[in-house]
């Protein structure tokens, strides 16, 4: 087994382990009953969707101030997890909306800054597949990359001063009884290795793509005359 | 700075000078945003009732998209006669270039808002006041500073039709929604018309600020 | 003193390898020509060394300044014919070199000298759009002497120019450093002190004249 099988599979079971312990171990919720379990999902996925964001922001600057191509890498390898842990959220949070609030989607702050971050991310993803590769390439990226995590909160905020409906944070509120906020952090910090894991592979992806020369250039390579002699 | 105004004002005028010679794009944007609201009038079935509640969305709908079409051309321009490139190889530096062919971008969008802002009141019959052009301005400034820095990026990709409203409606989102809400008030609905435009004018300093910024990883290599 | 040191320019566009550790020389007053098929990298090689892209590896200095890091500076001091004209279709002639005199903060009493200079007096008030192949050309080789460049980097000027082009080009290149890129053997050995040679982004060596590398 490579390192990354291992990492795998010890994400795999992290995951397994919060999934019993949010079926078998968690108590059912006395208003929301059986649909509150999708929460500890939901969340935790939401705040590992904001880490990998956060993650492409700091690459992103780090990439603008030094052109590194690790720092290029990481950003793409977090940006795809992310717009993967934010899909997650928003279709889980559906799920979770409509036995609750009677309807899959209200234009809240939370929901529509959470679509904005998913739409942006998505358009990263398509500019670096649409862009010729290279510096350029990862320099937009980059921009874009910074632009969307500084809108966010603007989206959120505007929205809000607008107007609102989801729940503030409950966590730190103190409102979930112990045995769910324990279910919750578990389920948060296996959600969080998992995305590390896959960021970790998918930056292992994007290194190897970098380097596989195109054929072409192996051919010329392979060809090249000697120096004529002046 | 003096030489970044004097370098922004010649950029801005020789882009307004070729419009003004070729009229290519502002008379085809003011015909744009009319077939706009004579669609949105067969869409909504507009009467004096309903009015003033579905005209604020009509505008920013038909703004928006006639934004998305002249930022787009300005660099879209530049791209196709490859002169983007002898700007940026002169002395003079790549924000001041931006500003540049952002303000000229910027005062053309106006020129279609001069169309459009009469042209609601009098179809629609909403009213038309000072408070509804101010608005509207301020938040130009902002929306054609991202525009513009998304244009220009997206002028050096394919398919750039396609991903110059994916990378820059979400980032206006912040412009429609208190833009948006200022509108409404304007229009005679309930809320705070001020706390709305000091958000746009809190908006338009941040991304200026920003997109100049940015304007150096965007032009230059 | 040297126009141009570069040291092993290499330019990858992701994976694809446009330029393999070019090495360049050029004395201050020489006329340079870069021969080569399409593709070879004349156009990769001539952008970065007019510092409108950068290597992705090398080092390059022209007139002792780093071409990455002193580019701000270096530009006051390069005149660039890019392959397209990149001209304003709806200015005059004049109106394009005055708009170029702004960016370069240089004196507007130069566009009349430029356009004088590329024979392009006649025609100053007329659109450039409505100029021929040729003449666009020469406007935008008179663009890159508007503010008295050291050093001029061509990229195959000649390619639409008619009879008297060569002409021109000498009288335009006279008292420059000037890195050439061109098609033409006989335009290269014409103009040029020095010819390099490139093939698929590699350096064939240079030689006072042409010789046949085959």
Same mark, same amino acid.
């Given at each position: 087994?490579?390192?990354?099988?291992?990492?795998?599979?010890?994400?795999?079971?992290?995951?397994?382990?919060?999934?019993?312990?949010?079926?078998?171990? @968690?108590?059912?919720?006395? +208003?929301?009953? &059986?649909?509150? /379990?999708?929460?500890? $999902?939901?969340?935790? !996925? =939401?705040?590992?969707?904001?880490?990998?964001?956060?993650?492409?922001?700091? @690459?992103?600057?780090?990439? +603008?101030?030094? &052109?590194?191509? /690790?720092?290029?890498? $990481?950003?793409?390898? !977090? =940006?795809?997890?992310?717009?993967?842990?934010?899909?997650?959220?928003?279709?889980?949070?559906?799920?979770?909306?409509?036995?609750?609030?009677?309807?899959?989607?209200?234009?809240?702050?939370?929901?529509?800054?959470?679509?904005?971050?998913?739409?942006?991310?998505?358009?990263?993803?398509?500019?670096?597949?649409?862009?010729?590769?290279?510096?350029?390439?990862?320099?937009?990226?980059?921009?874009?990359?910074?632009?969307?995590?500084?809108?966010?909160?603007?989206?959120?905020?505007?929205?809000?001063?607008?107007?609102?409906?989801?729940?503030?944070?409950?966590?730190?509120?103190?409102?979930?009884?112990?045995?769910?906020?324990?279910?919750?952090?578990?389920?948060?910090?296996?959600?969080?290795?998992?995305?590390?894991?896959?960021?970790?592979?998918?930056?292992?992806?994007?290194?190897?793509?970098?380097?596989?020369?195109?054929?072409?250039?192996?051919?010329?390579?392979?060809?090249?005359?000697?120096?004529?002699?002046? | 700075?003096?030489?970044?105004?004097?370098?922004?004002?010649?950029?801005?005028?020789?882009?307004?000078?070729?419009?003004?010679?070729?009229?290519?794009?502002?008379?085809?944007?003011?015909?744009?945003?009319?077939?706009?609201?004579?669609?949105?009038?067969?869409?909504?079935?507009?009467?004096?009732?309903?009015?003033?509640?579905?005209?604020?969305?009509?505008?920013?709908?038909?703004?928006?998209?006639?934004?998305?079409?002249?930022?787009?051309?300005?660099?879209?321009?530049?791209?196709?006669?490859?002169?983007?490139?002898?700007?940026?190889?002169?002395?003079?530096?790549?924000?001041?270039?931006?500003?540049?062919?952002?303000?000229?971008?910027?005062?053309?969008?106006?020129?279609?808002?001069?169309?459009?802002?009469?042209?609601?009141?009098?179809?629609?019959?909403?009213?038309?006041?000072?408070?509804?052009?101010?608005?509207?301005?301020?938040?130009?400034?902002?929306?054609?500073?991202?525009?513009?820095?998304?244009?220009?990026?997206?002028?050096?990709?394919?398919?750039?039709?396609?991903?110059?409203?994916?990378?820059?409606?979400?980032?206006?989102?912040?412009?429609?929604?208190?833009?948006?809400?200022?509108?409404?008030?304007?229009?005679?609905?309930?809320?705070?018309?001020?706390?709305?435009?000091?958000?746009?004018?809190?908006?338009?300093?941040?991304?200026?600020?920003?997109?100049?910024?940015?304007?150096?990883?965007?032009?230059?290599? | 003193?040297?126009?141009?040191?570069?040291?092993?320019?290499?330019?990858?566009?992701?994976?694809?390898?446009?330029?393999?550790?070019?090495?360049?020389?050029?004395?201050?007053?020489?006329?340079?020509?870069?021969?080569?098929?399409?593709?070879?990298?004349?156009?990769?090689?001539?952008?970065?060394?007019?510092?409108?892209?950068?290597?992705?590896?090398?080092?390059?200095?022209?007139?002792?300044?780093?071409?990455?890091?002193?580019?701000?500076?270096?530009?006051?001091?390069?005149?660039?014919?890019?392959?397209?004209?990149?001209?304003?279709?709806?200015?005059?002639?004049?109106?394009?070199?005055?708009?170029?005199?702004?960016?370069?903060?240089?004196?507007?009493?130069?566009?009349?000298?430029?356009?004088?200079?590329?024979?392009?007096?006649?025609?100053?008030?007329?659109?450039?759009?409505?100029?021929?192949?040729?003449?666009?050309?020469?406007?935008?080789?008179?663009?890159?002497?508007?503010?008295?460049?050291?050093?001029?980097?061509?990229?195959?000027?000649?390619?639409?120019?008619?009879?008297?082009?060569?002409?021109?080009?000498?009288?335009?290149?006279?008292?420059?450093?000037?890195?050439?890129?061109?098609?033409?053997?006989?335009?290269?050995?014409?103009?040029?002190?020095?010819?390099?040679?490139?093939?698929?982004?590699?350096?064939?060596?240079?030689?006072?004249?042409?010789?046949?590398?085959?």
């Amino acid at each position: 087994m490579t390192r990354y099988t291992r990492l795998v599979a010890a994400a795999v079971l992290l995951m397994l382990v919060a999934g019993a312990l949010i079926f078998f171990y @968690a108590p059912e919720d006395f +208003l929301q009953k &059986e649909p509150q /379990r999708i929460f500890y $999902l939901h969340v935790s !996925a =939401a705040i590992a969707a904001f880490a990998c964001f956060a993650v492409v922001l700091g @690459a992103s600057i780090a990439y +603008l101030r030094t &052109e590194s191509l /690790r720092a290029d890498r $990481l950003a793409r390898a !977090a =940006a795809l997890v992310g717009v993967v842990l934010t899909t997650v959220t928003l279709v889980m949070g559906m799920l979770y909306a409509k036995p609750i609030w009677g309807t899959f989607w209200t234009w809240d702050a939370r929901l529509t800054s959470t679509l904005v971050l998913w739409i942006i991310y998505a358009g990263y993803l398509l500019l670096r597949r649409l862009a010729e590769p290279g510096r350029q390439a990862a320099r937009f990226a980059a921009v874009v990359g910074i632009f969307g995590f500084v809108d966010v909160p603007i989206v959120y905020f505007s929205v809000t001063w607008w107007r609102t409906q989801h729940p503030g944070p409950v966590i730190i509120s103190d409102a979930l009884p112990p045995q769910m906020l324990f279910v919750f952090l578990v389920t948060m910090a296996c959600t969080l290795f998992l995305a590390a894991v896959m960021v970790a592979i998918r930056y292992q992806i994007e290194t190897l793509t970098d380097e596989v020369p195109s054929p072409v250039v192996q051919l010329v390579g392979a060809q090249r005359e000697p120096e004529p002699a002046r | 700075m003096t030489r970044s105004i004097a370098v922004a004002y010649a950029v801005a005028r020789k882009d307004l000078t070729s419009e003004w010679r070729t009229r290519e794009l502002v008379p085809a944007l003011g015909q744009f945003v009319v077939l706009a609201l004579v669609i949105a009038n067969f869409g909504f079935q507009i009467d004096s009732q309903n009015a003033t509640v579905i005209a604020p969305g009509v505008l920013w709908l038909a703004l928006v998209f006639a934004g998305l079409v002249a930022f787009g051309r300005a660099f879209a321009a530049e791209r196709e006669q490859a002169s983007l490139e002898a700007m940026l190889l002169t002395p003079a530096s790549a924000a001041a270039i931006f500003a540049g062919k952002a303000i000229a971008a910027a005062l053309l969008l106006i020129a279609c808002e001069a169309v459009l802002l009469p042209a609601l009141a009098l179809m629609f019959g909403t009213p038309f006041n000072a408070e509804l052009v101010a608005a509207v301005l301020i938040a130009t400034v902002g929306m054609a500073a991202l525009g513009c820095l998304f244009a220009a990026m997206v002028a050096r990709v394919r398919s750039r039709e396609v991903l110059l409203p994916l990378l820059t409606l979400p980032l206006w989102i912040p412009f429609i929604v208190a833009g948006g809400q200022a509108v409404q008030v304007a229009m005679g609905a309930s809320g705070s018309y001020n706390q709305a435009v000091a958000l746009l004018i809190d908006f338009d300093i941040l991304f200026v600020v920003l997109t100049s910024l940015a304007a150096r990883f965007v032009l230059d290599d | 003193m040297s126009a141009i040191v570069a040291h092993e320019i290499t330019q990858r566009f992701g994976s694809d390898v446009a330029l393999d550790a070019v090495d360049l020389a050029l004395d201050e007053g020489e006329h340079l020509a870069v021969l080569g098929d399409n593709g070879a990298g004349k156009t990769t090689l001539l952008r970065i060394l007019a510092t409108a892209a950068r290597p992705t590896s090398g080092q390059l200095a022209i007139f002792g300044l780093d071409a990455v890091r002193e580019r701000k500076a270096l530009r006051a001091q390069i005149g660039y014919v890019a392959h397209a004209p990149g001209l304003y279709p709806a200015l005059s002639a004049a109106e394009n070199l005055e708009f170029f005199c702004s960016l370069h903060d240089v004196d507007r009493k130069r566009v009349p000298e430029a356009l004088a200079l590329v024979g392009l007096s006649d025609v100053a008030r007329r659109p450039a759009g409505r100029l021929s192949r040729g003449e666009q050309q020469r406007l935008a080789i008179g663009r890159a002497v508007l503010h008295s460049p050291r050093l001029l980097v061509l990229d195959e000027p000649d390619a639409s120019l008619d009879s008297d082009g060569p002409d021109l080009l000498a009288s335009v290149m006279r008292g420059r450093s000037v890195v050439l890129a061109t098609h033409d053997h006989a335009l290269a050995n014409r103009l040029c002190q020095r010819t390099v040679m490139l093939r698929n982004g590699r350096s064939l060596g240079a030689g006072t004249r042409l010789r046949v590398v085959r």
